[in-house]
Protein backbone atom coordinates (compact mmCIF):
# COMPACT_ATOMS: atom_id res chain seq x y z
CA UNK A 1 0.00 0.00 0.00
CA UNK A 2 1.64 3.40 -1.13
CA UNK A 3 -0.49 5.44 0.97
CA UNK A 4 -0.12 9.38 -0.35
CA UNK A 5 2.54 9.68 -3.02
CA UNK A 6 2.93 13.48 -4.75
CA UNK A 7 4.86 13.99 -7.84
CA UNK A 8 7.48 15.36 -8.76
CA UNK A 9 9.63 15.52 -5.83
CA UNK A 10 11.49 18.68 -6.67
CA UNK A 11 10.96 20.88 -9.75
CA UNK A 12 12.66 23.98 -10.75
CA UNK A 13 10.04 26.10 -12.51
CA UNK A 14 10.86 29.55 -14.73
CA UNK A 15 8.15 32.44 -13.37
CA UNK A 16 5.09 32.41 -15.76
CA UNK A 17 4.79 28.96 -16.44
CA UNK A 18 2.04 26.88 -15.74
CA UNK A 19 2.65 23.40 -13.58
CA UNK A 20 0.78 20.68 -12.40
CA UNK A 21 1.41 19.09 -8.92
CA UNK A 22 0.24 15.56 -8.90
CA UNK A 23 -1.70 14.23 -5.73
CA UNK A 24 -2.66 10.50 -5.41
CA UNK A 25 -4.01 8.35 -2.53
CA UNK A 26 -5.14 5.05 -2.33
CA UNK A 27 -6.66 5.00 1.24
CA UNK A 28 -9.95 5.59 -0.62
CA UNK A 29 -10.32 8.74 1.70
CA UNK A 30 -12.93 11.38 1.05
CA UNK A 31 -11.41 14.27 1.89
CA UNK A 32 -7.76 15.36 0.63
CA UNK A 33 -5.63 18.96 1.60
CA UNK A 34 -3.10 20.86 0.06
CA UNK A 35 -0.61 22.92 2.05
CA UNK A 36 2.39 24.81 1.62
CA UNK A 37 5.09 24.84 4.46
CA UNK A 38 7.35 28.04 4.55
CA UNK A 39 10.15 28.34 7.04
CA UNK A 40 8.64 30.22 9.77
CA UNK A 41 4.71 30.31 8.30
CA UNK A 42 4.43 26.68 9.50
CA UNK A 43 1.64 24.92 7.17
CA UNK A 44 -0.50 27.11 5.51
CA UNK A 45 -3.83 25.59 3.57
CA UNK A 46 -4.41 26.40 -0.31
CA UNK A 47 -7.47 24.29 -0.91
CA UNK A 48 -9.58 21.50 0.21
CA UNK A 49 -11.83 18.52 -0.75
CA UNK A 50 -14.17 17.29 0.70
CA UNK A 51 -15.70 14.59 -1.17
CA UNK A 52 -15.01 13.82 -5.00
CA UNK A 53 -16.50 16.68 -7.59
CA UNK A 54 -16.28 19.48 -4.18
CA UNK A 55 -13.61 21.99 -3.53
CA UNK A 56 -12.68 24.63 -1.29
CA UNK A 57 -10.55 27.29 -0.61
CA UNK A 58 -8.46 27.80 2.11
CA UNK A 59 -6.08 30.42 3.85
CA UNK A 60 -3.76 30.82 0.49
CA UNK A 61 -5.83 30.20 -2.24
CA UNK A 62 -4.47 33.17 -4.59
CA UNK A 63 -2.68 31.84 -7.89
CA UNK A 64 -3.96 28.05 -6.97
CA UNK A 65 -6.40 25.59 -8.80
CA UNK A 66 -7.54 22.24 -7.70
CA UNK A 67 -10.04 19.72 -8.93
CA UNK A 68 -10.86 16.65 -7.70
CA UNK A 69 -12.43 14.52 -10.80
CA UNK A 70 -12.46 11.29 -8.31
CA UNK A 71 -11.55 9.69 -4.72
CA UNK A 72 -7.76 8.84 -5.55
CA UNK A 73 -6.52 12.23 -7.27
CA UNK A 74 -6.01 16.02 -6.16
CA UNK A 75 -4.10 18.01 -8.57
CA UNK A 76 -2.79 21.07 -7.84
CA UNK A 77 -1.92 23.70 -10.70
CA UNK A 78 -0.08 27.05 -10.35
CA UNK A 79 -1.68 29.07 -13.82
CA UNK A 80 1.45 31.16 -13.92
CA UNK A 81 4.26 30.74 -11.03
CA UNK A 82 5.54 33.61 -9.26
CA UNK A 83 8.79 33.51 -7.20
CA UNK A 84 6.77 34.08 -4.10
CA UNK A 85 5.02 30.58 -4.59
CA UNK A 86 8.50 28.96 -4.01
CA UNK A 87 7.48 26.78 -1.27
CA UNK A 88 7.39 22.86 -0.27
CA UNK A 89 3.83 21.88 -0.86
CA UNK A 90 2.11 18.67 0.79
CA UNK A 91 -0.88 16.79 -0.09
CA UNK A 92 -2.76 15.02 2.68
CA UNK A 93 -5.73 12.81 3.38
CA UNK A 94 -8.49 12.28 5.88
CA UNK A 95 -10.85 9.46 5.96
CA UNK A 96 -13.99 12.14 6.09
CA UNK A 97 -13.07 15.16 7.31
CA UNK A 98 -14.44 14.26 10.07
CA UNK A 99 -13.06 16.05 13.94
CA UNK A 100 -11.29 13.62 14.99
CA UNK A 101 -9.98 12.20 11.89
CA UNK A 102 -5.88 12.23 11.22
CA UNK A 103 -4.12 13.47 8.52
CA UNK A 104 -2.18 11.47 6.18
CA UNK A 105 0.71 13.32 4.18
CA UNK A 106 2.18 12.74 1.28
CA UNK A 107 6.11 12.95 0.83
CA UNK A 108 6.19 16.87 -0.26
CA UNK A 109 6.95 18.48 -3.27
CA UNK A 110 9.67 21.15 -2.93
CA UNK A 111 8.83 23.77 -5.85
CA UNK A 112 11.81 26.60 -7.10
CA UNK A 113 9.94 29.43 -9.19
CA UNK A 114 12.67 31.52 -10.92
CA UNK B 1 -11.59 32.79 14.18
CA UNK B 2 -9.84 29.22 14.85
CA UNK B 3 -6.36 29.98 15.61
CA UNK B 4 -3.41 27.78 16.77
CA UNK B 5 -0.32 30.15 18.14
CA UNK B 6 3.17 28.31 19.00
CA UNK B 7 4.95 30.84 20.51
CA UNK B 8 8.25 29.07 20.10
CA UNK B 9 9.83 28.88 17.05
CA UNK B 10 13.22 27.07 18.01
CA UNK B 11 13.56 24.74 21.55
CA UNK B 12 17.28 23.92 22.03
CA UNK B 13 17.92 21.36 24.43
CA UNK B 14 20.38 18.62 25.86
CA UNK B 15 19.88 15.16 25.85
CA UNK B 16 17.67 13.96 29.37
CA UNK B 17 16.28 17.31 29.88
CA UNK B 18 12.41 17.94 30.21
CA UNK B 19 10.80 19.22 27.38
CA UNK B 20 7.72 21.59 27.05
CA UNK B 21 6.64 22.56 23.61
CA UNK B 22 3.85 25.05 23.94
CA UNK B 23 0.73 25.25 22.00
CA UNK B 24 -2.75 27.77 22.64
CA UNK B 25 -5.86 28.06 20.66
CA UNK B 26 -8.60 30.35 20.24
CA UNK B 27 -12.04 28.00 19.69
CA UNK B 28 -15.30 28.93 19.90
CA UNK B 29 -16.82 25.20 20.12
CA UNK B 30 -15.06 22.20 21.58
CA UNK B 31 -11.73 21.37 20.48
CA UNK B 32 -10.21 18.95 19.01
CA UNK B 33 -6.16 19.01 18.97
CA UNK B 34 -3.43 16.68 17.79
CA UNK B 35 0.42 16.93 17.50
CA UNK B 36 2.07 16.47 14.18
CA UNK B 37 6.02 15.74 13.65
CA UNK B 38 8.18 15.77 10.47
CA UNK B 39 11.46 14.01 11.27
CA UNK B 40 14.24 15.34 8.94
CA UNK B 41 13.86 14.08 5.10
CA UNK B 42 10.53 12.14 6.25
CA UNK B 43 6.59 13.30 6.06
CA UNK B 44 4.85 14.39 8.79
CA UNK B 45 2.93 12.32 10.61
CA UNK B 46 0.51 12.09 13.67
CA UNK B 47 2.22 11.77 16.90
CA UNK B 48 -0.67 12.30 19.42
CA UNK B 49 -4.24 13.56 19.47
CA UNK B 50 -6.04 14.81 22.79
CA UNK B 51 -8.80 12.54 22.42
CA UNK B 52 -6.86 9.41 22.82
CA UNK B 53 -5.24 10.51 26.19
CA UNK B 54 -2.38 8.18 24.96
CA UNK B 55 1.83 8.54 25.61
CA UNK B 56 3.52 8.08 22.18
CA UNK B 57 7.10 7.76 22.19
CA UNK B 58 7.15 9.38 25.98
CA UNK B 59 5.08 12.53 24.46
CA UNK B 60 2.02 13.24 26.41
CA UNK B 61 -0.09 16.40 25.88
CA UNK B 62 -3.22 17.47 28.05
CA UNK B 63 -5.84 19.66 27.01
CA UNK B 64 -6.54 22.60 29.02
CA UNK B 65 -9.97 24.31 28.55
CA UNK B 66 -9.22 27.04 31.01
CA UNK B 67 -5.66 28.30 29.86
CA UNK B 68 -6.54 27.11 25.98
CA UNK B 69 -3.57 25.35 25.94
CA UNK B 70 -2.68 22.00 24.46
CA UNK B 71 1.33 21.79 25.36
CA UNK B 72 3.19 18.63 24.39
CA UNK B 73 5.22 17.12 27.32
CA UNK B 74 8.39 14.68 27.48
CA UNK B 75 10.24 14.14 30.74
CA UNK B 76 13.14 13.29 29.47
CA UNK B 77 14.13 14.17 25.81
CA UNK B 78 16.62 12.20 23.01
CA UNK B 79 18.63 13.01 19.96
CA UNK B 80 16.14 11.11 18.28
CA UNK B 81 13.10 14.03 19.19
CA UNK B 82 14.77 16.41 17.64
CA UNK B 83 12.48 17.42 14.44
CA UNK B 84 9.51 20.03 13.84
CA UNK B 85 6.37 19.69 15.42
CA UNK B 86 3.23 21.02 14.82
CA UNK B 87 0.07 21.73 16.87
CA UNK B 88 -3.13 21.59 15.09
CA UNK B 89 -6.76 22.46 15.58
CA UNK B 90 -9.98 20.11 14.02
CA UNK B 91 -12.33 23.45 12.60
CA UNK B 92 -13.78 25.11 11.65
CA UNK B 93 -16.77 23.14 9.88
CA UNK B 94 -17.41 23.41 6.28
CA UNK B 95 -19.41 21.84 3.51
CA UNK B 96 -19.74 18.69 6.35
CA UNK B 97 -15.71 18.31 7.32
CA UNK B 98 -13.37 19.98 9.25
CA UNK B 99 -10.45 22.38 8.02
CA UNK B 100 -7.77 22.09 9.72
CA UNK B 101 -5.97 24.94 11.39
CA UNK B 102 -1.71 24.36 12.24
CA UNK B 103 0.18 25.92 14.24
CA UNK B 104 3.51 27.62 12.52
CA UNK B 105 5.64 24.88 14.14
CA UNK B 106 8.42 24.80 16.87
CA UNK B 107 11.69 23.17 15.86
CA UNK B 108 13.07 21.11 18.80
CA UNK B 109 16.84 20.36 18.41
CA UNK B 110 18.17 18.20 21.24
CA UNK B 111 21.98 18.45 21.73
CA UNK B 112 23.67 15.39 23.12
Known amino acids: IAGITQAPTSQILAAGRRMTLRCTQD?????MYWYRQDLGLGLRLIHYSNTAGTTGKGEVPDGYSVSRANTDDFPLTLASAVPSQTSVYFCASSDAGGRSDTQYFGPGTRLTVL | AQRVTQPEKLLSVFKGAPVELKCNYS??????LFWYVQYSRQRLQLLLR??SRESIKGFTADLNKGETSFHLKKPFAQEEDSAMYYC??????????????FGRGTSLIVHP
Open chain 2, 50 to 51: HI
Open chain 1, 27 to 31: MRHNA
Open chain 2, 27 to 32: YSGSPE
Open chain 2, 88 to 101: ALSGPESGGSYIPT
